[in-house]
């Protein structure tokens, strides 16, 4: 089994930072892509950040510039720099992880998501 461990939402004022970070514990071979996802209230879920094993990193055009993920893959922790944030970025974050999994000698992909941290952004 595999436990994604999210930390450091809150409430933020506009313009404001905060750090997301989540570590991955359990039993698996490695782990491929972690990322972060957020879902607000009455809206779907979507992707903000993506960065895979070799830091490749994609961002969601709405976090661009204000936003950065990070990835220390010793410790399977991918980490959430987000600055300058603003009411819309208020949302449940949650973490994502692509995970290889052995399964009888062979690897098989598993994904994997956090409980969810809550930030808001607010005055």
């Known amino acids: 089994q595999v436990q994604l461990v999210e930390s450091g939402g809150g409430l933020v004022q506009p313009g404001g930072s905060l750090r997301l970070s989540c570590a991955a514990s359990g039993r698996f071979a490695s782990i491929d892509a972690m990322g972060w996802y957020r879902q607000a209230p009455g809206k779907e879920r979507e992707l903000v950040a993506r960065i895979t094993s070799e830091r490749t990193t994609n961002l969601a055009d709405s976090v661009k510039g204000r936003f950065t993920a990070a990835r220390d893959n010793a410790k399977n922790t991918v980490y959430l720099d987000m600055n300058s944030l603003q009411p819309e970025d208020t949302a449940v974050y949650y973490c994502?992880?692509?995970?290889?999994?052995?399964?009888?000698?062979?690897?098989?992909?598993?994904?994997?998501w956090g409980q969810g941290t809550q930030v808001t952004v607010s005055s």
């Open positions: 994502n992880a692509k995970v290889a999994i052995m399964t009888f000698s062979r690897p098989v992909a598993m994904y994997y």
